[in-house]
């Protein structure tokens, strides 16, 4: 007669049961392609395509070329430019967001783009930004200038419509923090004498902060490795790594350089979501380590405050 499992050896029987479909889908479709993309980056170019199954460094040795490196410092010019637009643009939406009594409504309102294809929201602002498009012909309407401005295809253009393309990956982590905020905490600072700005940098940010993290990490990720903005909206110097992976795949068809560039979207990938998971840790840590450090601790401190505040002035 076999002795039934003890709850604890059954539950984690379970856990494993349900946890192999995941762990294999997630082995099929993402750690093979990501292996075969790494062993691409160390082989041989192919005469006609593909590649040579001979160990060698070329591909990563073509990547130090100064056309390349020019690439690379505009690819990340221009995802930390778009990422803090987005953040600066998100911060004060969400904010408005979590003090309205029609959050519903302005979700909806954030979500609605989703509904429409990408292509056609970029097409959309080429219609608006061109020589001809509805800027430049309201402009030269009302007299103000005399022949279209060159509103499209330079890297103002690409920041433009990264920027709205991105904003809900930030508006929406940002909103889900400040959402759980208790806004009592303002104005007990308020109270104690700071003004609205002050309580806002002091107070409200410091418990926000994994939602700041969140949606740096959502915007700065999906910007860096964009293809189709830059293509469309983007002049011969505004193209980005995205770019350069596509046309060593479709036109000069060297997979391996492909490979390695595509190597530096994953390690920055990679190094953002570390980073996250290290600070929703370290919150977690400070939370262990001691009531002075955490924000819970600062709520707290400024009820106290308000509190004694409140009975010194009775």
Request: aromatic share 12%; glycine share 6%; net charge positive.
């Amino acid at each position: 007669m076999k002795r039934p499992l003890n709850p604890r050896t059954r539950e984690q029987l379970l856990g494993s049961l349900y946890g192999w479909p995941m762990g294999g889908w997630f082995t099929l479709f993402f750690t093979v392609p990501l292996a075969i993309i790494i062993l691409y980056s160390f082989m041989k170019r192919g005469l006609y395509g593909g590649v040579e199954f001979t160990l060698t460094l070329n591909a990563y040795r073509e990547m130090v070329n100064p056309s390349f490196a020019m690439v690379l410092v505009r690819t990340i010019w221009i995802s930390v430019t778009a990422t803090v637009l987005c953040l600066l643009i998100a911060l004060p939406c969400a904010y408005a967001m979590a003090r309205s009594k029609h959050q519903t409504l302005l979700l909806f309102l954030i979500i609605i783009p989703f509904w429409t294809n990408s292509l056609i929201r970029i097409y959309a602002w080429i219609f608006i930004l061109s020589t001809e498009g509805l800027i430049n012909s309201i402009l030269i309407k009302i007299g103000l200038i005399d022949e279209g401005l060159k509103l499209i295809y330079n890297n103002g253009a690409v920041i433009l419509v990264l920027v709205y393309m991105y904003l809900p990956f930030a508006i929406l982590p940002l909103f889900t923090t400040i959402d759980k905020f208790d806004f009592s905490l303002l104005d007990a600072a308020r109270d104690l004498g700071a003004d609205k700005f002050t309580s806002l940098r002091k107070v409200m940010l410091p418990n926000i902060k994994s939602g700041v993290s969140t949606a740096f990490i959502f915007t700065f990720i999906p910007i860096f490795g964009a293809y189709t903005v830059p293509l469309l909206v983007g002049g011969k110097d505004s193209t980005m790594i995205g770019n350069i992976i596509v046309d060593q795949v479709s036109k000069t068809r060297n997979w391996p350089l492909a490979s390695a560039f595509s190597m530096i979207l994953t390690l920055v990938s990679l190094i953002g979501v570390f980073w996250m998971l290290y600070t929703g840790k370290r919150e977690e840590q400070m939370k262990k380590d001691g009531p002075k450090r955490t924000p819970q601790a600062l709520e707290s401190t400024v009820k106290a405050h308000h509190r004694a505040a409140s009975k010194g002035a009775r």
